[in-house]
């Protein structure tokens, strides 16, 4: 098992008294580049939650599709782990997704069976 590092809080004072202002630049430049890497990483995790959750769609149900644990080493996956199961979608967000597909199907279908008037046929109706 790793060690837990052993971090020491340090006070403002403390960075502004006992540090140099070339340590204080390299550590800010530090921080500037982790956080922006930690914004690609959650965008990068926003996108595979949106591919898994197509890939559920399809099949129609949630949690039962068995996704490959990732190629390379990521923080908080198991890599022992043959496969990886998403947690199932709470059933009531699944039966509203569920109701707005056949809301959007009747109206589909709605719209087919009784199409708007053409132009010319209005324009016959009002002539008479």
Do not use: H
Request: no cysteine; proline share 9%.
């Amino acid at each position: 098992m790793a060690k837990k590092p052993n971090i020491t809080s340090l006070s403002f004072r403390d960075l502004v008294l006992g540090a140099d202002s070339d340590t204080l630049r390299q550590a800010l430049e530090a921080r500037t580049r982790i956080d922006e890497l930690i914004v690609e990483r959650q965008a990068a995790y926003t996108r595979i939650a949106a591919l898994e959750t197509e890939i559920e769609e399809v099949i129609g149900e949630s949690g039962i599709f068995p996704f490959p644990t990732p190629p390379l080493p990521v923080a908080g996956v198991d890599a022992k782990a043959d496969i990886l199961l998403r947690a199932p979608v709470p059933a009531v967000s699944l039966i509203k997704k569920i109701i707005e597909r056949e809301q959007a199907a009747a109206a589909r279908d709605q719209a087919e069976l009784n199409p708007p008037p053409s132009r010319e046929v209005a324009a016959d109706e009002s002539d008479a």
